[in-house]
């Protein structure tokens, strides 16, 4: 079956798609317009700032509205739709995982920053105005630096490492979003383990398995990372695939649940309704047509 979305890598986004560079920052007050599709999948990380207007992303059908001094988190493999821009000054830095941990080759670097993965939780963030300002310095020396004749690789890296810093800073200054570190490499890894195998509807048991720890030891930390049991996060992870291919496949709710390894469509759509509170049909026709593949 055909891809129902389109991987851009960064080169282009500043159209230039054979260009393999891992970093680049874009003002949208100078940028062209990226030859891409609307809705479409990044191979990379993107951290879209507002410093004036209104913007408006959607990410896997929910929409979410950026203003001034606002910052807008896109993840690998999400479906992102540009949906509107109104006078927008602020601009985005893209830059892929391998980029970020080139010559450092510990990963949980990278778990650690849990707002970058944001499937399970808010994808923007609102800095106090002092944070925010120092934020955008931090980017803007970023591109001063690619805008040399020559940029030196590991000067980009530390810059985006601070970046980094600072933004996750600001997401601990608040008590609520703070994880033990141990819970947090652990959901991580079943995350990554999800987005391979959440096709084969695999329970609990068999994700902890594979991750050596028992399942009350599994559930216990994804209810600490998500407020949900391990359960609903499978379930949540099936469900968002079901609406991507109702809304962009002309797939039945029959193929679409045996691609999800319900062999029975009718609990599946049960499953479905209960968290959406649609049914696949009601689904289909509810969600504006604009969404759909032209």
């Given at each position: 079956?055909?891809p129902?979305?389109r991987?851009y890598?960064?080169?282009h986004f500043?159209n230039?798609p054979?260009n393999p560079?891992?970093?680049?920052?874009?003002f949208?007050?100078?940028?062209e317009?990226?030859?891409v599709?609307?809705?479409?999948?990044?191979s990379f990380?993107?951290?879209?700032?507002?410093?004036e207007?209104k913007?408006l992303?959607?990410?896997?059908f929910?929409e979410?509205?950026m203003?001034?001094?606002?910052l807008?988190?896109i993840?690998?493999?999400q479906?992102?739709?540009?949906e509107e821009?109104?006078r927008v000054?602020g601009?985005s830095i893209?830059?892929?995982?391998?980029?970020?941990?080139?010559?450092?080759?510990n990963?949980?670097?990278?778990?650690?920053?849990?707002?970058?993965?944001?499937?399970?939780?808010?994808?923007?963030?609102r800095p106090?105005?002092?944070?925010f300002?120092?934020?955008?310095?931090t980017?803007h020396?970023?591109?001063?630096e690619?805008k040399?004749p020559d940029?030196?690789p590991?000067?980009?890296?530390s810059?985006?490492?601070?970046?980094?810093a600072?933004?996750?800073?600001c997401?601990e200054?608040?008590?609520s979003?703070?994880?033990?570190?141990?819970?947090?490499?652990?959901?991580?890894q079943?995350?990554?383990?999800?987005?391979?195998h959440?096709p084969?509807?695999?329970?609990?048991?068999?994700?902890?398995g594979?991750?050596?720890?028992?399942p009350?030891?599994?559930?216990?930390?994804v209810?600490?990372?998500?407020?949900?049991?391990a359960?609903?996060?499978?379930?949540?992870?099936?469900?968002l695939?079901?609406?991507?291919?109702?809304?962009?496949s002309?797939l039945?709710?029959?193929?679409?649940?045996?691609?999800?390894n319900?062999?029975?469509s009718?609990?599946?759509?049960?499953?479905?309704?209960?968290?959406?509170?649609?049914?696949?049909?009601?689904?289909r026709?509810?969600?504006?047509?604009?969404?759909?593949?032209?």
């Amino acid at each position: 079956m055909q891809p129902l979305f389109r991987h851009y890598s960064i080169g282009h986004f500043i159209n230039e798609p054979a260009n393999p560079t891992q970093l680049e920052v874009t003002f949208f007050d100078v940028m062209e317009e990226p030859d891409v599709e609307e809705t479409h999948k990044h191979s990379f990380y993107e951290i879209i700032w507002i410093e004036e207007g209104k913007s408006l992303q959607v990410i896997d059908f929910r929409e979410y509205e950026m203003s001034r001094g606002s910052l807008f988190f896109i993840s690998p493999g999400q479906v992102h739709r540009f949906e509107e821009w109104k006078r927008v000054k602020g601009g985005s830095i893209l830059f892929t995982g391998d980029f970020f941990l080139q010559n450092h080759g510990n990963r949980e670097q990278l778990f650690e920053l849990i707002f970058l993965d944001n499937v399970y939780f808010q994808p923007d963030l609102r800095p106090d105005k002092k944070s925010f300002s120092e934020i955008i310095r931090t980017i803007h020396l970023i591109a001063e630096e690619k805008k040399r004749p020559d940029p030196t690789p590991s000067i980009l890296q530390s810059y985006l490492h601070i970046l980094m810093a600072q933004i996750k800073r600001c997401v601990e200054s608040d008590p609520s979003n703070i994880v033990a570190r141990p819970y947090l490499l652990l959901f991580k890894q079943f995350q990554r383990l999800l987005e391979t195998h959440f096709p084969e509807n695999l329970t609990p048991g068999s994700y902890a398995g594979r991750l050596h720890i028992t399942p009350h030891h599994l559930n216990h930390v994804v209810k600490q990372v998500t407020g949900k049991t391990a359960t609903e996060v499978i379930r949540e992870r099936s469900v968002l695939e079901a609406k991507r291919l109702f809304m962009y496949s002309d797939l039945s709710v029959t193929e679409i649940a045996a691609q999800l390894n319900y062999f029975d469509s009718s609990y599946f759509a049960k499953i479905f309704k209960a968290a959406t509170g649609m049914s696949p049909s009601e689904f289909r026709m509810n969600i504006s047509v604009s969404y759909r593949r032209k």
